[in-house]
């Protein structure tokens, strides 16, 4: 069973548009994140969301918002595209609480922006 | 801040060999986690290992094994009888231990482990 699981894998839009990648994980975890990948593959932490809470928002454009419809999913929405917004995105759980937690990741959506 | 560095941007080995790969931090912290990560050409991230500071014994899985240092602030991982599957993007990453449930992980900036057959 897929633990997190993320649609599409790749997409390919023109600049200017909208569009989403869906994420969702059955692994009962509390928290979920979003990471940009870049192609110098440096991974930057954009959204975690606790509890449907949003906890953490780096210094992301406000093109990008979160959504999590519940627990099990947090999807992220892109509005009005642009060329440096090209990158694989990266969704990620992990239990609450204490202890050594770990980040589950999903597969990574490639997203390129023409 | 809490910095990972990772001044390796591409090793390579010979398959059935042994190789490590070197990660360094920063931090004021004496409790924290260390990871491991591999990201093979499907891109997506698997856990590889991980380390508790407090703990002083290297944590180990199969042929992957870390060497912790930290007094040198050192975090190496050393990959035993290397397999063509090992060839991946590596990252090492920090976090806090904290009481908080809200964590961030520091990440470096891998490194990439080629594997000759």
């Known amino acids: 069973d897929t633990a997190v699981s993320q649609t599409p894998k790749y997409l390919v839009t023109q600049m200017g548009n909208d569009k989403s990648i869906k994420c969702e994980q059955n692994?009962?975890?509390?928290?979920m994140y979003w990471y940009k990948q870049d192609s110098k593959k440096f991974l930057k932490i954009m959204f975690s969301?606790?509890?449907?809470?949003?906890?953490i928002n780096e210094t992301v454009p406000n093109r990008f918002s979160p959504k999590s419809p519940d627990k099990a999913h947090l999807n992220l929405h892109i509005n009005s595209l642009e060329l440096g917004d090209s990158a694989v995105y990266f969704c990620?759980?992990?239990?609450?609480?204490?202890?050594?937690?770990?980040?589950?990741f999903g597969p990574g959506t490639r997203l390129t922006v023409l | 801040a809490q910095t990972v560095t990772q001044s390796q941007p591409e090793m390579s080995v010979q398959e059935a060999e042994t190789v490590t790969l070197s990660c360094t931090y920063d931090?004021?912290?004496?409790?924290?986690?260390l990871f491991w990560y591999k990201q093979p050409p499907s891109r997506q991230m698997i856990l590889v290992i991980r380390?508790?500071?407090?703990k002083q014994q290297n944590a180990t899985e199969n042929r992957f094994s870390v060497n912790f240092q930290k007094a040198a602030k050192s975090f190496s991982l050393k990959i035993s009888d290397s397999q063509l599957g090992d060839a991946a993007m590596y990252f090492c990453?920090?976090?806090?231990?904290?009481?908080?449930?809200?964590?961030?992980?520091?990440w470096g900036a891998g490194t990439k482990l080629i594997i000759k057959p």
């Open positions: 990453a920090y976090r806090t231990f904290t009481l908080d449930s809200n964590y961030q992980l520091i």
């Open positions: 931090t004021s912290e004496s409790d924290y986690y």
């Open positions: 380390q508790e500071a407090y």
């Open positions: 692994l009962g975890h509390d928290t």
């Open positions: 969301y606790n509890n449907k809470e949003l906890i």
């Open positions: 990620a759980s992990r239990r609450g609480g204490l202890g050594t937690d770990t980040q589950y």
